[in-house]
Every structure is written in C-alpha cells, then in structure tokens.
C-alpha cells in the first residue's frame, strides 16, 4: 500500500466506526428506555390469575396487629425492641416478615391508616432475576420462595427490590437473606396465610389473583366515592400478587409510587441478551487483528533479513 | 505479555525481598488488615460492618470491587493496544499493567468474597447457573479472567523457575487463545458492573440509572487506564527524583483524552435524551455531585489531555491523570452512593472500623506482593530495575511500575528466553522487531 494513502483510510475507517457507534447507540437508547419485555404486563396477568394472592383493603384496616402476631408464630420469628413489627417505625427485618406500620391520621376524617407490608410477590420478581444461583425463584404457586442452602449472600436481591423488601440476617456469622413466603408450608396444605386467618375486620382477603384483581375493581367502583382509583400492585413492575386499595393516595402512605409498569428483569434483558453475540463479534474482531498484527511483523521480519544481507554483502 | 523485543532485567538468583521502613508500615497495614478478616469471619458482617438493609452494599463493593476492577483496567487494555493493534510503543509497559491487573484482580476477588455473607457456598453458581442475572455473567467473567492473568502471568514464571515439560506443553499452542479471552471477558465483566444497576430502576438517581450504564462503565474503565498510568509514573518518578518520561506519557492521555470526550458527549446526550437535564441544575446534594463528576471528574482532565500545551507540561499532565483516576473513583461513588441515598429510607451509612482495615490492608498486600514479584521475577525492563534499585528500593518502597522506555528498541536485538517460544507466530529463533 502506497504511504500516502494510509492515514486517509485510517482515518476515514475511525470516523466511520465512531460515527456508526454513537449513531446505533442513539437508535437504541429510545427503545432501551422503553424496555420491551420477553412477556408484555397483559400476558403476564392473565399467566398469573391462578396464584396465591392477598388483598389489602387499607379502609379497612385498624391496626390491631393480629396478622403480625400470626406471622410471627407460625414462621417462629422473634420479636424485638430494635426493629419495631408495628407502629410508625415499624420495618421489615430480618424478625420481621410482615408488619403493620402506622402512618398517623391521614384519612379523609382524621381517622389513622395503617399499612399492612410483606413481601409483595412480583409475577416477575426483580431479586429472583438478579439471584446468580436461583436461590430465590417463582413458584408454580405464585410464591416467590428462597432457598438458604444455596444461597452465596451476596445481597444482590437487597439491592434489585423495588419495594425493599429483602431483608439479610445481619447478626449471624453466615448471614442469609429473610422475607414473606407467603405461607408456603400452608400452601402445600391448601391452607390460606397465617396473616389473612388472624384477621378480623376483613382488611386481608385471601385467594387468586384474578379473583382478587376483579374483587378489587369490584369494590372501587362500588364506592367511588370512597377509594383511591387505583389497585396497587395491578401493573406497578408488571404486577404483584399482593394488591392494594385505599381511600388515602397511595403516595401519602409511604408506598413506592411512580414505579415502572414494566418487570423491572426486562431492563437487564434488553442488555443481557447483548452479551452472547458482543463476545462473539470481539473475539472475531480480536482474531481479524491479530492475523494482520502477524502478516504485518512477517513483512516487516522479510525486508529487515533483506536488508540486512544487503550489509553483509557490501 | 509476549517479551516481544523487550529485553527484561537479567533474574536474580536469590529470592529476596528488601525491607525499608515504608514496606514494614505496610506490613503492619497487611497484618491489622488480616485480624480485621479473621473478625469478620468469625463474627459476620453485622459485626464487621455498618451495612444494613437499606444500605446492603458499602464500601468493599465501592472501593474492592467497582473502583478496583475499574483501575485494574489497565492490563487488558494494554494487551488490546499492544498485541491487537500493533502499538509497540507501549510493549515495555506491558508485564507491569498486567502484573498491576493481576493483583487488583485477585484483591477483588478477596474483597468480593468476603462480602459474600455465605462464602462457603461461592462455588454453587457453578452448578446452579442463574443467568439471568448480572451477577452470574459478573462472576463467571471475574474468575475466568483472573484465571486466565494466572495462565498469563505462568509464561513469566517460566523464565524464572522452568515449569515442568508438560506445563510448557500445555501452556505453548494456548498463547494466543488465552490473549484473546484475558481481552473479551473484561470488556464483559467491565460493562456488567454498569449493568448491575439497571434492575434498580426506580431506586437508582436518574441523574445516574440510564440503559446506557454498561457502556458508560466499559468506557471509563478504558480511559481510566493511562490516566492510571500517568499517576503511577509521576509517583515512581518524584521517589526517584527524576523526570518522568513526558513524551510516551502524553501519547496515551491523548488517546484517553478523545475517549473521554466522547464519553461526555454520550453521558449529557443521554440526560438530554431522558428529559433529565433539568435535574442537574436542580442544587440537590446529587445534583451538585453530578456536576463536579463530569466537569471536574471528566470535562477538566479531558481538556488537560487534547491541549496539546497542558498534555506536555508535568504540572497539568499529572493533573489532568490524578482528576480522571479521581473522577472515576467518584462516579462509582456516586453510582453506589450518592445515587441510593434517596431510596434508602432515610438510613444512613458509613463505613466501620473493621471495613476500612480490611480495604487499607488488602490494598497494602497488593503494593507488597507487587514489590515482591518485581524483584524476583522479570517484570521490568534492563533499566528500569537498574534504577529501581540504585534508588528505589534503598530510599522508598515505590517501585518503577509501568515506565516505558523509549530506548528499549536499542537492546532489543539481543536473546531473550520468550523469544524462543512462538509468540506470534513467528519461526523458532526468529526475533521479532518493530517500528520505532
């Protein structure tokens, strides 16, 4: 190849790569963001009506902390003064699989409202997706269920919950992650949670999700006047198997609002699915360019012995 | 880590070590940093640490992990520039970034693991592969690629303690496969630290959370590496008392300079793309950390490197390499932290006593094991250890890691072990040469 014309295709082959990779980037970030899902939310829903579900009727609840009382005896989990299961500071932990946190008197009439919190058992579950040994998993049941025997520890689902709902056993020397099973022993005994048996005033229903999403509707539009037009956990990140209704928005008794309704899994998807051909495409990349590397130093080899046999000769 | 036409220091016949008052602080370090692990341990990490539910991941995940792993890129991409595109230029500083990658990754592998609070189960995503998670492709790519700089690094110890016959056998026809792998797996685990953040959409900062985020990671981690470079270098040359070697200096911030400018380019594209841009001005604590990230972390040693009059004065070179290491530092910082700290119920985190020891002792191994391998096995070039040790090792512990030697195509002709082996493809006895 003639000197004069390296740089100039060097050049123009940079520009074209650069060009090319900042133009497919700006084409993929608009569809990035819109994050299309392997499974779209309707699907999804209609995949997961048969499951086991709670509803949450937050009018209805008084704060008595019977279904926390049911929890705790039938997992065996302590009580204990640091983390508080009921009241305003009331918070997951390790102890505490469900509780019911008071969020002061917010209702229409100056009445308390209480927030009953567990594990809302996504259709499709962040910390199951980030799980890099399926410690935790969706059952056929619906319930998001974990596994301590091979779980590494490594709190990646901590970090992936949108609700923050994981919690990790801090005090022990192997640490394991904790949360809701939403009563799977009960489950395989066809039994309702042990929350929604201890409550009293009708604030926890048990059943299927779709019969509880329609139940739900069924109710808003019952009393429009009354509740919130909004089921929380219909589409917040694709669904969840726990659904909420209020007369008091949600944003204003410390629910996560403002949440995608697409499974959160389908953001790493669109780039995880990336991963298999980019190794690919480097590695031929890598081979291309190492071929060229040696043909170059072979050439390069061949005029110095050329011209060094030319001084030997002289 | 070919030895190409470089001509390493001759090997010592004895192991040894030299000890200076500097490598004992960092004995010391290295011990307190040990009983800090044997604590944790024993204890679990609500004991050792400051973490907590809301705050699952904290300073190991920052420092051991994202920023080491970040800082550590500088050997796969020197093996890109060197064996791929054909930069011998930068061949002499090739064993060294990659010795500096080696111990950074094997100081994240212990870091990581001891974050791990079931440690003793690391080896199931082996058998019960998740992969459908970022942490599985992370996991895979971290071990095998710093599996593979242990394959990379056998071809050094072979000149120094002959490996058995079958080793060799082995090792020869895997050469160039294995340059390959230790070139692909970190472009993947690089970008994955990025894609770890996308499942926390909705908790992540959107100044911060893009889909971008993988790409962002890869790119810094790239650019990173002269900058990295450029630092180590002043500080080996200030200990020696002698100019560092400007002119090779600037040829590879130049290079990261026009890296980095991309980079801005995508990260304020991508606000502005979002409809985030509003947000910066916004005068929050995030807000403002943002700012200082891309002006003072990007835009500032950017400018310092594509200006031709900054990138040649020692002043502002080594500036300009300290604010793109720190800038960095700052932007996994700001990812893990600053980022978090809205969703994070109004938790707080610091961290402990026992966590720092264990980051500020783990890091003093690394500078000693570092210390130890270069002195005993052929890492540096002829002159680079002549002068490491007529100054280095008598008056501090700072070696002369990744110094390029514009000289070394004069002493190239002469034997040398690797040469024998078919580095690229080249007959037996054959000397590679190159272009000066």
Known sequence: MPPNTRIPRRTFLKAVAVTAGTAGIATALPAGSAAASGTPPEDLAEEHAGDRALLIDLTKCVGCGRCVDACKAENGLAWREDHPARGPDATLAAANWSVVRSEGRVGAGGEPR??????????????????????????DNGIVAYDPSICVGCRYCLMAC???????????????????????????????????????????????????????????????????????????????????????????????????????????????RLIPPTAAGLGLTLIALYARRRQVLRAQELREAVATGTEAQA | MSGGNVQHAPI???WGFGFTWVRLVLFALGGLGLLAVTYRLIFGLGAATNLNDDWPWGLWVWWDVMTGVALAGGGYSTVLVVNFLGRERYRPIERAACLTSLIGYLLVVGGLGLDLGRWFNAWRPLVSWGYHSVMFELFICVSGYTVVQIIEFLYVFD???????????????????????GVILPFLHQSALGSLYLIAKGRLDPLWWSMLLPLFFLVSSFYVGPAMVTVENFLSASAQGRRPPIDVLSGMVRFAGKLMTWYLVLRVGDLAIRGVLPRVWEGSVQSQL?????????????????????????????TGGALAVLGVALGRANVVFTAMADSAHGATYAPSIVELAVTVGLISIGI????????????????????????????????????????YVASARRGHPLDRREVAGLKTGEAISSSP
């Open chain 2, 368 to 407: 000693l094991a570092y210390l130890f391998v270069v002195e005993n096995f052929p890492i540096l070039t002829e002159e680079e250890a002549a002068e490491a040790s007529s100054h280095v090792v008598q008056r501090t512990m700072l070696p002369v890691p990744l110094r390029p030697i514009p000289s």
């Open chain 1, 114 to 139: 209480y927030v009953k919190t567990q594990c809302m058992h996504c259709l499709d579950p962040a910390c199951a997706s980030a799980c890099f040994v399926k410690a935790l998993h969706k059952q």
């Open chain 1, 162 to 272: 949108p609700f923050g709902v994981p919690s990790f056993d801090w005090d022990a020397t192997f640490g394991s992650v904790t949360k809701c099973d939403l009563c799977d022993e009960r489950a395989e005994r066809g039994e309702p949670t042990a929350c929604s048996e201890a409550c009293l005033t009708g604030a926890i229903t048990f059943g299927s999700r779709g019969e509880l999403l329609k139940e739900a509707h069924r109710r808003i539009a019952a009393r429009p006047d009354r509740y919130v037009d909004h089921v929380y956990g219909e589409h917040e990140v694709g669904g969840t198997s726990i659904l909420y209704v209020s007369d008091v928005p949600f944003e204003e008794l410390g629910f996560a609002t403002g949440l995608p309704t697409d499974p959160l899994p389908s953001y790493t998807w669109e780039v995880s």
């Open chain 2, 12 to 14: 010592r016949r004895r």
């Open chain 2, 290 to 318: 943002f700012v200082v990230e891309v002006v003072v972390g990007i835009a500032v040693p950017a400018a310092l490197f594509l200006v031709r009059s900054t990138r040649l004065q020692p002043f502002w070179l080594a």
């Open chain 2, 159 to 181: 000149e120094r303690l002959p490996l058995p016959r079958i080793v060799r056998r082995i090792l020869s026809p895997l050469y160039v496969p294995i340059l390959i792998v």
